[in-house]
């Protein structure tokens, strides 16, 4: 079991080696996604680049190494700690920063967060 810290809920969860972090913050109510996007996603596939998060392992083993979805999406960021939360596995304690905000603003490949 590791502990898992999601930043700006300032809520902490507890994980089994291996949990998908998208369905571990969907099952204790954790918010991924902002705006529309709850909506629109593609439901952990990988995809659609919206599960965007910041992942701090406590070592960084304790964090899956990113898929090839990962690798493609977020090339153009310069943050060796975004992660899309569809594609990461927990094995062991992190901190999490979902919806890292300044990252969208940077990016010119994501259109801006929008809020409903
Ligand atoms: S839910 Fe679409 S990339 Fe993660």
């Known amino acids: 079991m590791a502990l898992v810290y999601f930043e700006r809920q300032s809520k902490t969860v507890s994980a089994n080696a291996g949990n ?7 099952k204790n109510g954790v918010q ?4 529309i996007d709850k909506l629109l996603n593609c439901r952990g596939n990988g995809l659609c680049g919206t599960c965007m998060v910041e992942v701090f392992p406590a070592k960084p083993e304790f964090v ?10 977020l ?13 990461v596995k927990v094995h062991g ?3 999490v920063k979902t919806y890292p905000v300044e ?7 994501s259109a801006p967060p929008v809020t409903l």
């Open 75 to 87: 090339k153009n960021y310069n943050n060796p700690n975004l992660r899309l939360a569809c594609q």
């Open 20 to 26: 998908n972090l998208r369905l571990l913050a969907k």
């Open 32 to 35: 991924i996604y902002h705006g």
């Open 93 to 95: 304690p992190m901190r």
């Open 64 to 73: 899956s190494p990113p898929t090839a979805m990962e690798e493609k999406k």
């Open 103 to 109: 990252l969208y603003a940077s990016s010119t490949t």
